[in-house]
């Protein structure tokens, strides 16, 4: 068991603007448990914490992927491990957790995603236990269940998208469209939504019908690879980002960007975004080692987060929105409240 | 002579794939962007990372001194 320490520090915020509303001001406070993990120094050096996705806002759990073959589940308050899967493949890019929170799916360079069941019994070996349900023909880059346990969709860097069956293993629906590796996707929000989009290194960020495979939309105003799409909490819009330093949004109904956000002191790419609960707020991790916080409406940055000592790999905000976490290439989570 | 056809084929692909897009209805963005501002409006009380809560109901402060191990 991987040791645990506890810290927090104070605020290390510079706010850029306000956002005036009729509450008066808008305060972000920032304190952050340190979640270190012991790993060897050559994976170190390479590879941190990829991704996590938080589970039930009742739980407050979020599951880190680190691409030297773990899938760990973290309690978010206690900061304890709840379950530790290692993979049969060390380079493990993208995990998901189903909606139920009974089972992990990941997958990576192994072209393959695997879905594993958790279990709360310790002494279970969860690896042998591994389902593989998809198979593409180049890596995985990002998974994602849709609103039940029973299907996977699955983005790859053979360019193309897919809709796997999770009992049988089954390819229900392939998306092509993409002209190079497929890096990221979202779900619409809605319940009965059946669209997703999809972003990639063509710099096209595309959106998809999930019952007939067809790309609905595509937006193509982005000047290097799209690394993180997500959908606006109303389904209506989404957000994207990009290596080359901006973050965009784009609005479905009337089919257009609708804001940039950049600066020009900011160079380096955006490797993850997600909105706060309302929608208000946009939250970019950087390859510079920040945290970006814009408001969305008004275009502008409202505050800078510093703390991450090496380049900021993924970020998501937690389901009851009290909270987002980010993950680093210096082998940290920091939970941010 | 095959890579003519292909590309004639890809280039048939490309021009229906447009049209499927040139066919979508589009609303103007001056109100589309109006439900944008009022879905947060709407939900701005609910957001905690945007109008604050309480040290007490925070889940993620600490209640008490912190120790280090």
């Known amino acids: ?337 | 002579m095959c890579s003519s056809s292909n590309s004639i084929i890809q280039a048939q692909k490309l021009v229906d794939q447009l049209q499927i897009e040139a066919g979508m209805e589009r609303f103007k963005i001056s109100l589309t962007a109006a439900d944008l501002v009022q879905y947060c409006q709407e939900h701005r009380r609910s957001d905690p990372l945007l109008t604050g809560i309480s040290a007490s109901s925070n889940p993620f402060k600490d209640k008490k001194t912190c120790v280090l191990l």
């Open chain 1, 1 to 337: 068991m991987a040791t645990k320490s506890c810290a927090w520090t104070g605020a290390r915020t510079r706010g850029e603007s306000s956002v005036p509303h009729r509450s008066g001001f808008f305060l972000l406070l920032c304190r952050f448990y340190l979640l270190p993990i012991l790993k060897p120094v050559l994976y170190s050096l390479l590879f941190s914490c990829l991704l996590k996705e938080w589970i039930s806002q009742f739980l407050n759990v979020c599951c880190l992927l680190m691409q030297d073959g773990k899938v760990i589940v973290w309690d978010a308050f206690t900061t304890n491990k709840e379950h530790a899967v290692t993979m049969p493949c060390t380079w493990v890019m993208a995990c998901a957790y189903a909606p139920s929170g009974c089972a992990v799916a990941c997958g990576g360079l192994d072209n393959k995603c695997s879905v594993y069941p958790l279990s709360l019994d310790k002494n279970e070996n969860l690896a042998a236990k591994k389902k593989s349900v998809a198979m593409h023909t180049n890596y995985l880059s990002a998974c994602s269940f849709t609103n039940s346990d029973m299907q996977i969709l699955t983005s790859s860097g053979d360019g193309t998208c897919a809709l796997w069956d999770v009992e049988s293993g089954q390819l229900l629906q392939s998306f092509h469209g993409h002209a190079a590796d497929v890096l990221c996707l979202d779900l619409a929000p809605s319940e009965t939504g059946n669209t997703f989009v999809s972003g990639g290194c063509d710099k096209k960020a595309n959106v998809w019908d999930m019952r007939s495979g067809q790309c609905i939309q595509s937006f193509e105003t982005h000047e290097s690879d799209i690394n993180s799409v997500r959908y606006y909490p109303s389904g209506d819009a989404f957000a994207s980002g990009s290596d080359d330093a901006t973050c965009r949004l784009y609005d479905l109904r009337a089919d257009r960007e609708v804001a940039i956000y950049s600066k020009e002191s900011i160079i380096f790419g955006v490797s993850s975004v997600d909105f706060s609960l309302s929608g208000r707020l946009l939250f970019g991790g950087y390859n510079d080692y920040t945290i970006n916080v814009w408001d969305v409406l008004k275009g502008t940055r409202v505050s800078i987060l510093f703390g991450h000592e090496n380049r900021v790999s993924t970020l998501r905000v937690s389901p009851d929105g009290t909270a987002f976490c980010t993950g680093s290439w210096d082998h940290t989570l920091r939970i941010w409240a």
